[in-house]
């Protein structure tokens, strides 16, 4: 378990590092954050044809209203806590490289549903979506980063440990 939570720790302030880094700014967090407004805006557009998107904006052409997706909202700091606990974990690197795979997709799902109910939120009442942004979306996303960590320890396939030392193991006698 201290194993576990140095690794753990050094991972994740190595990656929140790298994030702030201008490369990683320009190759992963843009792109990942434009591609977040696209699918968010497209799905909204399938009920709500009055919505366009530019940028990292979401804004209703019917009342002028807008989210902007910024830093802290566009899921990757929860990727970020996800996989770092998935890289410290002792598993085969199967299991990590799948679990971070679909781990990001169930997290990045959230946080589209996260998108979508705070652009309508924020239409019908400004109080709840600052609520609703400020403390209940960021405590389910977390939720939802442990839960998903939490499923794929269950799929982790049983680590027999290996005797200790010095301790004597009865070998099977033939007749």
């Not at 690794?7 to 967090?29: H, R």
């Not at 996989?83 to 997709?105: Q, S, T």
Request: with cysteine.
């Amino acid at each position: 378990m201290l194993r576990f939570s140095i690794l753990f720790a050094v991972i994740l302030v190595t990656l929140f590092a790298a994030e702030l880094t201008q490369p990683i700014q320009s190759a992963v967090v843009l792109p990942w954050t434009a591609a977040l407004v696209r699918i968010s805006a497209g799905l909204i557009n399938l009920i709500d044809p009055h919505v366009t998107a530019f940028g990292k904006i979401i804004q209703s052409t019917t009342n002028g209203f807008a989210v902007s997706i910024e830093a802290g909202c566009n899921g990757i700091e929860a990727a970020i806590v996800l996989i770092a606990a998935m890289l410290a974990f002792p598993a085969p690197w199967k299991y990590r490289v799948i679990g971070i795979f679909v781990g990001l997709f169930a997290v990045q799902a959230l946080n589209i549903v996260r998108v979508i109910s705070l652009f309508y939120l924020g239409q019908w009442n400004m109080k709840v979506f600052e609520w609703a942004h400020l403390y209940l979306w960021q405590a389910l996303i977390m939720l939802d980063v442990l839960i998903v960590w939490l499923i794929w320890l269950r799929t982790l396939p049983s680590i027999s440990s290996p005797p200790s030392v010095g301790t004597v193991t009865q070998q099977p006698t033939t007749p």
